[in-house]
């Protein structure tokens, strides 16, 4: 009787998350829809709510804002609208704060969570995974001798709360391994256990054949 209740816990759990995460997106990005003028309202023009109208509202919104942006002109309104924010003192630290942030993690020249690291912490002999997020700067640098990395140690479920730390390149050990691969592996608890790479197989097999 236990053994299929569990057996069921491990089926619908995930089902039931998976769907309520969807749901729950798909409902803030439905918000989108008070943007439109009240007549051009879904629950106007059919008498009802259309749920998902919002979400492809949002995709189109950011599609055609990378559209824009990614041309001369756009470029040039960008600049200007930074100018405009620019000027505005709350407005100006959060929104460049914020801006920084999101160019580090999003841009494809950035390396922000492009590697995953293996690092002692919190104490040596426990090890855990961390993910490589740049190099230390500003007068920071003046005071750290040696190669230093920055990087990210997620905790555990919840990958988006952690801790940031400066070590030593010595320190910290470059995995092969995926950034996916290592949020499973980190989300899972080390239940989700990564694949090996079919580059570590080779080598295991031409080792065996050499033995």
């Known amino acids: 009787?236990?053994?299929?209740?569990?057996?069921g816990?491990?089926?619908?759990?995930?089902?039931?998350?998976?769907?309520?995460?969807i749901s729950t997106l798909i409902q803030t990005m439905d918000q989108s829809l008070l943007l439109l003028p009240e007549a051009w309202?879904?629950?106007?023009?059919?008498?009802?709510?259309?749920p998902g109208l919002g979400a492809l509202l949002t995709l189109l919104i950011v599609f055609v804002t990378g559209l824009i942006a990614a041309n001369i002109f756009g470029q040039q309104l960008i600049?200007?609208?930074?100018?405009l924010l620019s000027r505005v003192p709350v407005v100006k630290s959060i929104y460049s704060s914020v801006k920084q942030?999101?160019?580090?993690?999003?841009s494809d020249s950035g390396?922000?969570?492009?590697?995953?690291?293996?690092?002692?912490?919190?104490?040596?002999?426990?090890?855990?995974?961390?993910f490589l997020t740049g190099t230390p700067g500003g007068d920071i640098k003046n005071h750290l001798f040696g190669d230093y990395v920055s990087i990210y140690v997620p905790t555990t479920p919840n990958p988006t709360s952690g801790f940031f730390l400066m070590m030593a390149r010595?320190?910290?050990?470059?995995?092969?391994?995926?950034?996916?691969?290592?949020?499973?592996?980190?989300?899972?608890?080390?239940t989700v256990t990564p694949k090996e790479?079919?580059?570590q197989q080779l080598r295991f097999q031409q080792t065996t054949q050499q033995l």
């Open 1 to 7: 009787m236990k053994k299929y209740f569990i057996t």
């Open 9 to 21: 816990l491990l089926v619908l759990v995930p089902l039931f998350i998976t769907i309520w995460v």
């Open 41 to 50: 309202q879904p629950k106007k023009v059919f008498g009802f709510h259309v």
């Open 79 to 83: 600049v200007l609208w930074e100018k």
């Open 101 to 106: 942030v999101s160019d580090t993690l999003f």
């Open 111 to 130: 390396n922000a969570f492009r590697k995953a690291l293996l690092v002692q912490y919190p104490r040596e002999g426990s090890w855990t995974i961390a």
């Open 170 to 190: 010595e320190d910290v050990v470059e995995l092969d391994m995926s950034v996916d691969e290592a949020l499973k592996y980190i989300i899972s608890m080390g």
């Open 197 to 199: 790479h079919f580059t």
